[in-house]
């Protein structure tokens, strides 16, 4: 609902994020390489510069998987069986987790390569 307060719009978002959580298996696949993520650079020993860029593109990542799941609950309701455009928005939301994915990656590799460990 428009012009809700503060309390309100932040309660749903999180309800969001939890019914992400609770019904779809790519977020919390998501959310899982994050934490594993995070553990590894924790011992790697990253600068802070580095750690401001992976929490970037972690929550990149989520952002964009929260989105995905969005639009496809979004087009499975509107149009439940198959239709080629439906499958279309779905294929290219699936597009825009992948990419920034696959730049998340990049970032990492990056990190290691621009901090060995000692």
């Known amino acids: 609902m428009k012009n809700q307060g503060i309390l309100a719009r932040?309660?749903?978002a999180f309800t969001g994020i939890r019914q992400a959580w609770l019904?779809?298996?790519s977020f919390?696949?998501?959310?899982?390489?994050?934490?594993g993520t995070l553990l590894f650079?924790?011992?790697?020993g990253l600068p802070a510069f580095w750690w401001g860029l992976i929490i970037i593109v972690i929550a990149l990542v989520v952002a964009a998987e929260l989105?995905?799941?969005g639009i496809e609950a979004l087009a499975d309701h509107l149009h439940p069986e198959h239709h080629p455009a439906?499958?279309?928005?779905?294929?290219?939301?699936a597009g825009m987790v992948l990419v920034i994915a696959f730049a998340a990656v990049v970032v990492g590799v990056l990190?290691?390569?621009?901090?060995p460990l000692h």
């Open 10 to 12: 932040l309660k749903n």
């Open 23 to 25: 019904g779809e298996r």
């Open 28 to 35: 919390r696949t998501q959310i899982g390489l994050a934490l």
């Open 41 to 44: 650079f924790t011992w790697w």
């Open 67 to 69: 989105m995905n799941s």
């Open 86 to 93: 439906i499958g279309k928005v779905k294929n290219m939301a």
């Open 111 to 115: 990190a290691i390569l621009a901090n």
